[in-house]
């Protein structure tokens, strides 16, 4: 599950890389997009579904379970939203090996329902200070963690719930958007997560950074996951090259896969997309 409280962390984006990085790596993939009224994920895989047969082109797609054809109608209607959502869960459940919940920056009854059915909660926040501040508050002169966020609260409540039916919730946090630059203020937010991270409970994933290549290809419903090396080298630039890797160090943190060993059929994945992007 993918969650933050506060818009525009890269929630949609990085929902949409881990869906499509996993189908090729062979799994069943489901995913549900419980932002009801921006539906970015949604319309992504709308725009796949239309492009891939357009370009005469073949690649996984994941199932997609839609709460109802348009959801933004029900977006003020949470009781009804929550109904449907356990009830696509349950579906989705039956027929895949991983479920990929995408949720609004806000706090909404069906966000928070699938912050508790979560195994994973992966939380993608900007490196900035304002973003912090949605996962904890911290003493400015001592770094200290003063509380957990409204946010946090509800991911450690979740945590306790399940360990009453001994299930973990693993939880995730990874900076997104990181750019070139900006090193004071990298360091300073990296030590702070640090300390947070300790005093909350939550673990810190390598970082993503800011590049075109994560966001270029959303008309065509593609992500980076989709662009073939073997096929157009030229296509594959050292940027996007590097992406992949930040990718795969990503999903293995996450503990989605297993990198780099020999004998692992993991090792198929990347080579195999079925088509190069040229846009
Ligand atoms: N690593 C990145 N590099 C470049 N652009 C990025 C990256 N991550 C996200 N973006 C862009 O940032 C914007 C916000 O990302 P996204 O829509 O995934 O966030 P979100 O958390 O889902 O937002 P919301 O809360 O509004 O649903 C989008 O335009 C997306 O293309
Ligand atoms: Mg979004």
């Not at 909404?108 to 996962?135: G, Y």
């Not at 509380?147 to 001994?166: C, D, F, G, K, V």
């Not at 800011?210 to 290809?217: I, L, N, P, S, T």
């Not at 157009?232 to 050292?238: G, L």
Request: glycine share 6%.
């Amino acid at each position: 599950m993918i969650g933050n409280e506060k818009g525009g962390a890269g929630k949609s984006t990085l929902a949409a890389l881990i869906a499509i990085s996993m189908l090729y790596r062979g799994q069943r993939v489901s995913v549900i997009d419980l932002d009801l009224r921006q539906q970015s994920l949604s319309r992504l895989l709308a725009n796949r579904r239309r492009w891939l047969p357009a370009a005469g082109v073949e690649a996984p797609s994941p199932l997609e379970y839609k709460l109802v054809d348009d959801p933004a109608r029900i977006a003020d209607d949470q009781p009804t939203a929550l109904r449907l959502f356990e009830e696509a869960m349950t579906m989705a459940m039956g027929d895949s090996d991983l479920i990929i919940i995408d949720t609004p920056g806000g706090d909404t009854a069906v966000s928070r329902a699938a912050h508790l059915q979560a195994d994973l909660i992966v939380t993608p926040m900007n490196d900035s200070f304002v973003d912090f501040d949605v996962i904890g508050n911290v003493d400015p002169v001592t770094m200290r963690l003063i509380r957990p966020s409204h946010y946090a609260e509800t991911i450690l409540n979740a945590r306790a719930m399940r360990a009453q039916h001994n299930r973990r919730l693993d939880w995730v946090v990874v900076r997104n958007r990181l750019a070139g630059a900006d090193t004071n203020n990298r360091e300073r937010v990296g030590k702070a997560l640090n300390s947070l991270a300790e005093e909350v409970g939550f673990r810190i994933g390598p970082p993503l950074r800011e590049r075109v290549a994560y966001r270029e290809m959303f008309p065509f419903g593609l992500t980076l996951a989709d662009v073939s090396p073997r096929l157009r080298p030229d296509n594959m630039s050292s940027p996007k090259l590097a992406a992949r890797q930040e990718v795969n160090a990503l999903l293995e943190a996450l503990g989605l896969i297993v990198l780099a060993r020999p004998d692992a059929p993991a090792a198929r994945v990347a080579d195999e997309s079925a088509f190069a992007v040229a846009p």
